[in-house]
C-alpha cells in the first residue's frame, strides 16, 4: 500500500472515532512513522471544518477577477480609451483617439491581457513591434507608437483599420471574381514587401485581412511573423509549439509547419494559396473531421485538396471561369512539398495577373506521381486513416532518411532528420497503435492497419542491418504488431499463428543483439518481455512446452539485468509472471501440483513487495497470480482453497474497477474469475463442491458480463469466444439439475463454437475442444431432456472430434481426458450391450494417462469413472481381478469424495464403489 | 467556432486533448463576456458567484451551439477547470502587482500571519490552488472531485456521473479532500 492510501484509510478510520480515541488510535496504528502520525493528525484537527473558507477564497477571487475584467482603462498613455475592439487568448485590442488640438487620430491598441504578461508573451510583443517598425506599405496596417503601461503591460499603437474581413467583404458585396483576384493580388504585393523586409508571416488567414469600405485591403497581425535572418528561431518554435500558448492556426497551416519543418516564403505561397481557394469558392480548402493532431496531419499533409472549380457550388459559370488556370494557380500554390510551389508571392500574383489578362499562365495541371498512398482510402473512419497515415509517413520517411545516411553527403542533416523519423516513428506508431487497442468496434479496421504496417517493417528490416538502435525499434515494432494480431490477452485479431510469426522476427532480432556480455540493458527488457509474451500466445495454440522453453529463456534474461538493477520491483514482476505463465503452461499439460508450487512461486514473489513500495499495476498483477493459482488449485482438487483464491483475486480486481470503471480488461478479468468460480462451485463436467445455487450466481454474472462486452467489442473473435464460454458455463451448471433450463444456453454455445471452429486456423485445436464440448454438454442435456435421437448423435461427434484431437496433440492431457468423459457418458445412454464398447474404449484411453498417481484432479476423476463402470463390462472376470479393480475404484472416489463433502455425484459414486466392492 | 463544440466535446469526453485544448479558450472567452455583463448589471451588490457564471456559460453555449443536455456535465467540467485558472491567474498577478508596488516582502509574510490564515481572499485561493496541487500529486481524483465541486459547482450525482465513480465514493473524496485541503491551507506539517 503507497504512503497516501495509508493516511487515507487511517484518517477515515480515526474519523469514524469519537474525538477522544482518536489520538491513541492514530498513535498506535502509525506504529512510530512520525511522518504518517503528521499527517493524519493534521487532516484529524481540520476533519469538522466547514467548506466556507474554500467557498470564500473561491468567492472572493471570482468578484475581483470579474470586476477587473470588466475595467475598461480609461487612458493608455497619450490615449483615450473608446471601447474594445476585441480579446484573443492573450491580449486585447482596443479602439482609442488621440488627440492634440486640432488633431484627432483613432487608433487600435492592442495589450497584454493581464495574467498573460509571461515573460514568452512578453517577448513575442516586443517581437511583432520590432517587425511591425520595419515594414511601412499601404496595404499593411501601420504601427504608430507603443509602450508599456505603468502597470508594466506591454501596447502596440496601431493604424485603426475600420474594415471587414477579406472573405465577409467579398461575400457580401458579392463581388465578382476579377475583382477578388484584384483585391487578392494587393494582399500579394503587401505580402511580398514583407517578404523583401526579409519577414515571414506566417499567419495569413482571411481574418487578418481587412478590407476598408473603401476597398483597400490591409494586413494585419504580426503577432508570429520572423525574420529569416533571425537566429532566434529556437525560442520562436517554442513559442509556436508550446502548449497554451499555441499559436498556429491549423485552418490554414502549411504542411511543413504541422510537421515542425523550417517556415520560408513559401509557408506563405501556401497560406495565400488557401485563402485564395476560399476567395473564389467560399469553401475552406483544408476541412478537419476532428480537431486532433493526427487529423491535422491527414489533411493538411496527406490530402489532395479538390480542384477549385469542383468545390464551387451552384455557380456554373464561375466554375467554368475558375476550372483550368484557376484551378492550375491554386494547386500549384498549395503543393505539399514547399520546394514545389511557386518560388516567391511576387511569382505567384503575376500568374493570376496574367490569367486576368488572357496571357498564358505558368502553372501547369499536376501530371506526375503526386498522388496520395493508395491505401489511404477516403471511406474508412479517421480512426483508422490517421493510423495509416502515420504508418504511411513514418514508415516512408524511415526509408528516406536510411538513404540519406549511405549517401554520405550532409551528414549531419541527414542524421538530425533519421532522429526526427525515430522520434515519430515511436510516438506515431504506437500511440496510433494503442489507441486503437483500447476503442471497441475496431477489430476489422485494426487487421487493415496491421498487412500495411506489416509489409513496410519487412522491407525496413532488410535495409535496417547493422544499426543496431533501429533494429531494437523494429524489433518493438514487429511485438507491437503481434500484439494486435494475436495476443489473446489485448485486444487481439485472434490470428495466432501470425502473431507467433511476428513475435517469433522480435525474438530473433533482440537474441542476436542481446548475443554478447555487454548486451544493452533495454535489449535485455525487451526480450525477456517478448519470450514471456510469446511463451503465453503459445499456450494458446496448443505448444505448452515450447512455453515453458519460452519462460526459462525470459527469466535468464531478466537474470542478466538484477546486477545492474538490484532489488527492483520491475525484475522481480517480470520473473513471477514468467513463473506464472510456466505454471500454466504446466497445467495445460495436467502437472497441477506443479503447476500451483509454480504460481505460489509468482504469487509469493510479488507478495514480499507489498509492504514495500510497488508499482501502480502490481495489485492488479497480483490480482492475475492469485486467479492462475485458483485455476490450478481446482487442477490440483484443492476445491475451497481455489474458492478462497479466486474470490481475493475478484476482490482486488473490483476494487480496481471501482477506480477505472470503464477499463475493458478489468471486466474480462472478473468475467473469468466468474467462470472459474461458477466451475469451482458447480460444474457438471468438474469435480466440484456442490453449491448449485453459488454456481448458478457466478455463472449468471459471467454470462452477463460477456455480453456486454461483446456488444462493446462487436466483432472481434475474444468477445465471441467470451460470450461461447458465459453460455456454456450456465449451461454446463444447470445441466446437472435443470437440463431443461440448460437447452438454450447450450445451443447458444454450440452455435458459436461451431462458427468458431469453422473459421479458425490449423493450429486452432482448442477451437475443436471447445465444439466436442459444446456438443457433449447439449447432448447430455438433449437426452436427459427426452430429444434422444439428435442428443445421441451430438454425443457421438463429440467423441469423434476429442479422438482426433487427443491423437493430434498427445501432450495436452485434457483432450484425452475429455475423450475419456465423453464416452463414458456416451456409454451411459446405452443399453448393457453397446455401452460395453464405449466403456472399453474410455478404460483404454485411460491406460495412456502417466503411470503412477494422477497428476490432477480431473486424470483422478476420469479414473475413477473408469473404475466405476469396469465390473459393468467385465462380469465375468475372475473374483481376484474384481476385487483388486473394486478396491482401487473406492479408493480413488475415496480420494475425490474427501475433496468435495457436499458433492453429490462423487458421494453418490463413492458409494456405488463400495457397494461393487462387497 | 460554436458549431464545433458538441463535438470537440465528444472528442474530449473520448481522451482528445486537442480537443480540450481548443475548448478551454472558447470557454475562457465567453466566461469574460458574461463575467463582463453580470459586473455592469450588479456593480454595486456583488452577487456574482464563480459557479453560477460556469452555469451561465453552459446556457449560453449550449443555446448558440445547440448542445444536448447530455453534454452538460462534461461541459461544465471543462469550464471548472478553466475558472480554476483564470481565478489562479487572477490572483497571480493580482499578488505579484502588490509586491512589484513595493509592499516589502517580509511584511506581507507577517500581514498573513498575524491573520492566523493564509491571507485574504485571492492569497487564500492561491494557497487552496497549491493544496489542490498537493493533493493531486497523491490522488489525482480527489483534487478533480474538488474542481468540479467548487470551481464547476456540480453536484454530487453530477460529479459521480463525470468522474465516474459511485456517489459515495465522491463523498467519501470530498471528506478526505477537505480535510487535507484546510490542513495544507493552515500551514501543513510545517507550520503547525
Same mark, same amino acid.
Given at each position: 500500500?503507497?504512503?497516501w492510501?495509508?493516511?487515507?484509510?487511517?484518517?477515515l478510520?480515526?474519523?469514524?472515532?469519537?474525538e477522544?480515541?482518536?489520538?491513541?488510535?492514530?498513535?498506535?496504528?502509525?506504529?512510530?512513522?512520525?511522518?504518517?502520525?503528521d499527517?493524519?493528525?493534521g487532516?484529524?484537527?481540520?476533519s469538522?471544518?466547514?467548506?466556507?473558507?474554500?467557498?470564500?477564497?473561491?468567492?472572493?477571487?471570482?468578484?475581483?477577477?470579474?470586476?477587473?475584467a470588466d475595467a475598461?482603462?480609461?487612458?493608455?498613455d497619450?490615449?483615450?480609451?473608446v471601447?474594445?475592439?476585441?480579446?484573443?487568448?492573450?491580449?486585447?485590442?482596443?479602439?482609442?483617439?488621440?488627440s492634440?488640438?486640432?488633431?484627432?487620430?483613432q487608433?487600435?491598441i492592442?495589450?497584454v491581457?493581464?495574467?498573460m504578461?509571461?515573460?514568452?508573451?512578453?517577448?513575442?510583443?516586443?517581437?511583432?513591434?520590432r517587425?511591425?517598425?520595419?515594414?511601412?506599405?499601404p496595404?499593411?496596417?501601420?504601427?504608430?507608437?507603443?509602450?508599456?503601461t505603468?502597470?508594466?503591460?506591454?501596447?502596440?499603437?496601431?493604424?485603426?483599420v475600420?474594415?471587414?474581413?477579406?472573405?465577409?467583404?467579398?461575400?457580401?458585396?458579392?463581388?465578382?471574381?476579377?475583382?477578388?483576384?484584384?483585391?487578392?493580388e494587393?494582399v500579394?504585393?503587401?505580402v511580398q514587401?514583407?517578404?523583401?523586409?526579409?519577414?515571414?508571416?506566417?499567419?495569413?488567414?482571411?481574418?487578418n485581412?481587412?478590407v476598408?469600405?473603401?476597398?483597400?485591403?490591409?494586413?494585419?497581425?504580426?503577432?508570429?511573423?520572423?525574420?529569416?535572418?533571425?537566429?532566434?528561431?529556437e525560442?520562436m518554435?517554442?513559442?509556436?509549439?508550446?502548449? $497554451?500558448?499555441?499559436?498556429?492556426?491549423?485552418d490554414?497551416?502549411?504542411?511543413?509547419?504541422?510537421?515542425?519543418?523550417?517556415?520560408?516564403?513559401?509557408?506563405d505561397?501556401?497560406s495565400?494559396?488557401?485563402?485564395?481557394?476560399?476567395?473564389?469558392?467560399?469553401?475552406?480548402a483544408?476541412?478537419?473531421?476532428?480537431y486532433?493532431?493526427?487529423?491535422?496531419?491527414?489533411?493538411i499533409?496527406?490530402?489532395?485538396?479538390?480542384?477549385a472549380?469542383e468545390?464551387?457550388k451552384?455557380?456554373?459559370r464561375?466554375?467554368?471561369?475558375?476550372?483550368?488556370?484557376?484551378?492550375?494557380?491554386?494547386?500549384?500554390?498549395?503543393?505539399?512539398?514547399?520546394?514545389?510551389?511557386?518560388?516567391?508571392?511576387?511569382?505567384?500574383?503575376?500568374?493570376?495577373?496574367?490569367?486576368?489578362?488572357?496571357?498564358?499562365?505558368?502553372?501547369r495541371?499536376?501530371?506526375?506521381?503526386?498522388?496520395a498512398?493508395?491505401?489511404?482510402?477516403r471511406?474508412?473512419?479517421?480512426?483508422?486513416?490517421?493510423?495509416?497515415?502515420?504508418?504511411?509517413?513514418?514508415a516512408?520517411?524511415?526509408g528516406?532518411?536510411?538513404?540519406?545516411?549511405r549517401?554520405?553527403?550532409?551528414?549531419?542533416?541527414?542524421e538530425?532528420?533519421?532522429q526526427?523519423?525515430?522520434?515519430?516513428?515511436?510516438?506515431f506508431?504506437?500511440?496510433v497503435?494503442?489507441g486503437?487497442?483500447?476503442?471497441?468496434?475496431?477489430?476489422?479496421?485494426?487487421?487493415?492497419?496491421v498487412?500495411?504496417?506489416l509489409?513496410?517493417?519487412?522491407?525496413?528490416?532488410?535495409?535496417?542491418?547493422?544499426?543496431?538502435?533501429?533494429?531494437?525499434e523494429?524489433?518493438?515494432?514487429?511485438?507491437?504488431?503481434?500484439?494486435?494480431?494475436g495476443?489473446?490477452?489485448?485486444?487481439?485479431l485472434g490470428?495466432?499463428?501470425?502473431?507467433?510469426?511476428?513475435?517469433?522476427?522480435?525474438?530473433?532480432?533482440?537474441t542476436?543483439?542481446?548475443?554478447?556480455?555487454?548486451?544493452?540493458?533495454?535489449?535485455?527488457?525487451?526480450?525477456g518481455?517478448?519470450?514471456?509474451?510469446?511463451?503465453?500466445?503459445?499456450?494458446?495454440?496448443?505448444?505448452?512446452r515450447?512455453?515453458i522453453?519460452?519462460?526459462?529463456?525470459?527469466?535468464?534474461?531478466?537474470e542478466?539485468?538484477?546486477?545492474?538493477r538490484?532489488?527492483?520491483?520491475?525484475?522481480?514482476?517480470?520473473?513471477?509472471?514468467?513463473?506464472g505463465?510456466?505454471g500454466?503452461?504446466?497445467?495445460e499439460?495436467?502437472e497441477a501440483q506443479q503447476?500451483?508450487?509454480?504460481?505460489?512461486?509468482?504469487?509469493?514473489?510479488?507478495r514480499?513487495?507489498?509492504p514495500?513500495k510497488?508499482?501502480?499495476?502490481?495489485?492488479?498483477?497480483?490480482?492475475?497470480?492469485l486467479?492462475?493459482?485458483?485455476e490450478?488449485?481446482?487442477d490440483?482438487?484443492?476445491?475451497?482453497?481455489?474458492?478462497?483464491?479466486l474470490?481475493?483475486?475478484?476482490?482486488?480486481?473490483?476494487?480496481?474497477?471501482?477506480?477505472?470503471p470503464?477499463?475493458?480488461?478489468?471486466?474480462?478479468?472478473?468475467?473469468?474469475?466468474?467462470?472459474?468460480?461458477?466451475?469451482?462451485h458447480?460444474?457438471?463436467?468438474?469435480?466440484?463442491l456442490?453449491?448449485?445455487?453459488?454456481?448458478?450466481?457466478?455463472?449468471?454474472?459471467?454470462?452477463?458480463a460477456?455480453?456486454q462486452?461483446?456488444?462493446?467489442d462487436q $466483432?472481434?473473435?475474444?468477445?465471441?469466444k467470451?460470450?461461447?464460454?458465459?453460455?456454456w458455463?450456465?449451461?454446463?451448471v444447470?445441466?446437472?439439475?435443470?437440463?431443461?433450463?440448460a437447452?438454450?444456453?447450450?445451443?447458444?454455445?454450440?452455435?458459436?463454437?461451431?462458427?468458431?471452429?469453422?473459421?479458425?486456423?490449423?493450429?486452432?485445436?482448442s477451437?475443436?475442444?471447445?465444439l466436442?464440448?459444446?456438443?457433449?454438454?447439449?447432448?447430455r442435456?438433449?437426452?436427459?431432456?427426452?430429444?434422444r435421437?439428435r $442428443?445421441?448423435?451430438?454425443?457421438?461427434?463429440?467423441v469423434v472430434?476429442?479422438?482426433?484431437?487427443?491423437?493430434q496433440?498427445p501432450?495436452?492431457?485434457?483432450?484425452?481426458?475429455?475423450?475419456?468423459?465423453?464416452?463414458?457418458?456416451?456409454?451411459?445412454?446405452?443399453?448393457?450391450?453397446?455401452?460395453?464398447?464405449?466403456?472399453?474404449k474410455?478404460?483404454r484411453?485411460?491406460?495412456?494417462?502417466?503411470?503412477g498417481?494422477?497428476?490432477?484432479v480431473?486424470?483422478?476423476?476420469?479414473?475413477?469413472?473408469v473404475?466405476?463402470?469396469?465390473?459393468?463390462?467385465?462380469?465375468?472376470?475372475?473374483?481376484?481381478e474384481?476385487k483388486?479393480?473394486?478396491?482401487?475404484?473406492?479408493?480413488?472416489?475415496q480420494k475425490?469424495a474427501?475433496k468435495?463433502p457436499?458433492?453429490?455425484?462423487?458421494?453418490?459414486?463413492?458409494?456405488?464403489?463400495?457397494?461393487?466392492?462387497? | 467556432m460554436?458549431?464545433?463544440?458538441?463535438?470537440?466535446?465528444?472528442?474530449?469526453?473520448?481522451?482528445?486533448?486537442?480537443?480540450?485544448?481548443?475548448?478551454?479558450p472558447?470557454?475562457?472567452?465567453e466566461?469574460?463576456r458574461?463575467?463582463?455583463?453580470?459586473?455592469?448589471?450588479?456593480?454595486?451588490?456583488?452577487?456574482?458567484?464563480?459557479t453560477?457564471?460556469?452555469?451561465?456559460?453552459?446556457i449560453r453555449m449550449?443555446?448558440a451551439?445547440n448542445l444536448?443536455?447530455?453534454?452538460?456535465?462534461?461541459?461544465?467540467?471543462?469550464?471548472?477547470?478553466?475558472?480554476?485558472q483564470i481565478?489562479?491567474q487572477?490572483?497571480r498577478?493580482?499578488?505579484?502587482?502588490?509586491?512589484g508596488?513595493?509592499v516589502?516582502r517580509?511584511e506581507l509574510?507577517?500581514?498573513?500571519?498575524a491573520?492566523?490564515?493564509?491571507?485574504?481572499?485571492d492569497?487564500?485561493?492561491?494557497?487552496?490552488?497549491q493544496?489542490?496541487?498537493k493533493?493531486?500529486?497523491?490522488?489525482?481524483?480527489?483534487?478533480?472531485?474538488?474542481?468540479?465541486k467548487?470551481?464547476?459547482?456540480l453536484s454530487?450525482?453530477?460529479?459521480?456521473?463525470?468522474?465516474?465513480?459511485?456517489?459515495?465514493t465522491v463523498?467519501r473524496?470530498?471528506?478526505?479532500a477537505?480535510?487535507?485541503?484546510h490542513?495544507?491551507m493552515?500551514?501543513g506539517?510545517?507550520?503547525?
Open positions: 500500500m503507497d504512503r492510501q495509508r493516511i487515507e484509510q487511517l484518517f478510520a480515526a474519523a469514524e472515532l469519537p477522544a480515541e482518536r489520538a491513541t488510535f492514530v498513535e498506535r496504528e502509525a506504529a512510530g512513522d512520525a511522518e504518517l502520525l499527517a493524519v493528525n487532516m484529524l484537527r481540520h469538522d471544518d466547514s467548506d466556507s473558507r474554500i467557498l470564500a477564497a473561491v468567492q472572493e477571487t471570482a468578484v475581483a477577477a470579474a470586476a477587473d475598461l482603462p480609461a487612458q493608455i497619450r490615449y483615450t480609451v471601447r474594445e475592439l476585441g480579446r484573443g487568448g492573450m491580449g486585447m485590442v482596443y479602439l482609442a483617439e488621440r492634440d488640438r486640432e488633431f484627432r487620430q487608433v487600435a492592442k495589450v491581457k493581464r495574467g504578461d509571461t515573460a514568452l508573451i512578453v517577448d513575442r510583443f516586443r517581437h511583432e513591434r517587425i511591425l517598425a520595419s515594414l511601412n506599405h496595404n499593411i496596417a501601420r504601427l504608430l507608437d507603443g509602450g508599456a505603468p502597470g508594466g503591460l506591454p501596447y502596440l499603437v496601431m493604424e485603426y475600420e474594415g471587414r474581413p477579406l472573405a465577409e467583404h467579398c461575400r457580401e458585396r458579392n463581388l465578382p471574381i476579377e475583382e477578388r483576384l484584384l483585391l487578392f494587393q500579394c504585393a503587401a514587401h514583407a517578404h523583401q523586409k526579409l519577414i515571414v508571416h506566417r499567419d495569413l488567414k482571411p481574418a485581412i481587412l476598408t469600405p473603401e476597398g483597400i485591403p490591409k494586413l494585419l497581425d504580426f503577432g508570429i511573423a520572423k525574420l529569416l535572418l533571425s537566429d532566434d528561431e525560442s518554435r517554442e513559442a509556436l509549439t508550446r502548449p $497554451g500558448v499555441r499559436a498556429l492556426t491549423p490554414y497551416a502549411s504542411p511543413e509547419q504541422v510537421l515542425g519543418e523550417p517556415v520560408t516564403v513559401a509557408t505561397v501556401f495565400l494559396g488557401l485563402v485564395l481557394y476560399e476567395l473564389v469558392t467560399e469553401q475552406r483544408h476541412q478537419f473531421g476532428v486532433t493532431e493526427a487529423e491535422f496531419l491527414r489533411v499533409c496527406q490530402r489532395e485538396v479538390r480542384p472549380s468545390a464551387v451552384d455557380d456554373a464561375l466554375r467554368r471561369q475558375v476550372a483550368g488556370d484557376l484551378d492550375n494557380i491554386v494547386a500549384l500554390a498549395l503543393r505539399k512539398d514547399p520546394a514545389r510551389r511557386y518560388a516567391s508571392v511576387e511569382q505567384f500574383a503575376s500568374d493570376i495577373r496574367r490569367h486576368r489578362e488572357g496571357h498564358p499562365v505558368l502553372a495541371p499536376e501530371t506526375f506521381l503526386y498522388r498512398r493508395k491505401f489511404v482510402t471511406n474508412r473512419v479517421p480512426v483508422a486513416a490517421a493510423a495509416l497515415v502515420a504508418i504511411s509517413l513514418t516512408g520517411i524511415i528516406t532518411a536510411l538513404q540519406a545516411r549517401a554520405d553527403a550532409q551528414a549531419a542533416k541527414a538530425r532528420r533519421f526526427q523519423v525515430r522520434k515519430l516513428a515511436n510516438t506508431v504506437f500511440d497503435y494503442d486503437m487497442a483500447n476503442l471497441p468496434g475496431t477489430a476489422k479496421l485494426r487487421a487493415g492497419v498487412a500495411t504496417a509489409e513496410y517493417l519487412d522491407s525496413l528490416a532488410g535495409e535496417a542491418e547493422g544499426e543496431n538502435g533501429l533494429q531494437t523494429l524489433a518493438a515494432a514487429y511485438k507491437r504488431i503481434g500484439d494486435v494480431q495476443n489473446p490477452g489485448l485486444s487481439g490470428q495466432i499463428d501470425a502473431a507467433l510469426a511476428s513475435y517469433d522476427k522480435a525474438i530473433a532480432i533482440l542476436r543483439l542481446a548475443d554478447r556480455a555487454d548486451a544493452d540493458p533495454k535489449v535485455l527488457t525487451d526480450l518481455n517478448l519470450e514471456r509474451t510469446t511463451g503465453f500466445v503459445r499456450i494458446s495454440s496448443g505448444d505448452a515450447r512455453a522453453e519460452h519462460q526459462r529463456r525470459s527469466i535468464v534474461a531478466w542478466r539485468l538484477k546486477p545492474q538490484g532489488d527492483d520491483i520491475e525484475v522481480d514482476t517480470r520473473i513471477a509472471q514468467a513463473w505463465i510456466m500454466q503452461a504446466l497445467l499439460l495436467g503447476s500451483v508450487e509454480r504460481h505460489s512461486a509468482a504469487v509469493r514473489l510479488l514480499e513487495w507489498l514495500r510497488t508499482l501502480p499495476s502490481t495489485r492488479g498483477t497480483l490480482s492475475l497470480f486467479h492462475d493459482l485458483g490450478a488449485q481446482v490440483a482438487g484443492d476445491l475451497s482453497g481455489a474458492v478462497r483464491t474470490e481475493e483475486a475478484s476482490a482486488i480486481r473490483r476494487a480496481i474497477l471501482e477506480k477505472d470503464k477499463s475493458f480488461s478489468s471486466r474480462r478479468r472478473i468475467f473469468s474469475l466468474d467462470f472459474q468460480l461458477a466451475s469451482a458447480g460444474h457438471a463436467f468438474h469435480l466440484h456442490g453449491d448449485q445455487e453459488a454456481a448458478e450466481r457466478y455463472a449468471m454474472n459471467s454470462l452477463r460477456a455480453e462486452l461483446a456488444v462493446e $466483432g472481434s473473435e475474444r468477445s465471441v467470451d460470450r461461447m464460454f458465459g453460455n458455463i450456465l449451461g454446463c444447470l445441466l446437472q439439475n435443470e437440463p431443461r433450463r437447452l438454450p444456453y447450450l445451443e447458444k454455445a454450440l452455435a458459436a463454437a461451431l462458427a468458431q471452429a469453422k473459421s479458425g486456423g490449423a493450429s486452432d485445436v477451437h475443436d475442444d471447445l466436442a464440448n459444446s456438443q457433449e454438454a447439449l447432448g442435456a438433449l437426452v436427459a431432456t427426452g430429444d435421437r $442428443g445421441l448423435e451430438l454425443m457421438r461427434q463429440a472430434i476429442f479422438e482426433r484431437i487427443s491423437a496433440v501432450e495436452i492431457f485434457d483432450y484425452r481426458n475429455d475423450l475419456i468423459r465423453a464416452t463414458n457418458s456416451l456409454g451411459d445412454t446405452q443399453p448393457a450391450e453397446e455401452a460395453a464398447d464405449w466403456y472399453r474410455a478404460f484411453a485411460a491406460e495412456a494417462f502417466p503411470a498417481e494422477p497428476r490432477n480431473r486424470e483422478l476423476m476420469r479414473l475413477a469413472e473404475h466405476l463402470r469396469w465390473p459393468r463390462w467385465n462380469p465375468a472376470a475372475p473374483e481376484a474384481r483388486r479393480m473394486a478396491e482401487k475404484s473406492v479408493r480413488l472416489w475425490l474427501d468435495a457436499r458433492n453429490r455425484w462423487a458421494q453418490e459414486s463413492l458409494a456405488e464403489a463400495r457397494r461393487a466392492s462387497l | 460554436e458549431q464545433h463544440i458538441t463535438r470537440l466535446l465528444g472528442e474530449w469526453r473520448q481522451g482528445s486533448q486537442a480537443a480540450l485544448d481548443t475548448l478551454l472558447l470557454v475562457y472567452d466566461l469574460h458574461i463575467a463582463s455583463r453580470q459586473m455592469a448589471r450588479e456593480r454595486s451588490g456583488h452577487t456574482l458567484q464563480a453560477a457564471l460556469v452555469n451561465e456559460a453552459w449550449a443555446q451551439a444536448e443536455l447530455n453534454d452538460r456535465t462534461h461541459f461544465l467540467a471543462v469550464a471548472a477547470r478553466v475558472m480554476r481565478l489562479v487572477y490572483a498577478s493580482h499578488n505579484s502587482e502588490k509586491r508596488a513595493g516589502p517580509l509574510i507577517e500581514a498573513f500571519d491573520g492566523g490564515r493564509g491571507g485574504p481572499g492569497c487564500d485561493l492561491l494557497a487552496l490552488d493544496a489542490m496541487a493533493l493531486a500529486a497523491e490522488d489525482e481524483r480527489k483534487s478533480r472531485i474538488v474542481e468540479l467548487y470551481f464547476g459547482g454530487i450525482e453530477e460529479i459521480a456521473e463525470v468522474v465516474g465513480v459511485a456517489v459515495i463523498r473524496d470530498l471528506q478526505v477537505h480535510a487535507f485541503l490542513w495544507q493552515s500551514g506539517a510545517a507550520r503547525e
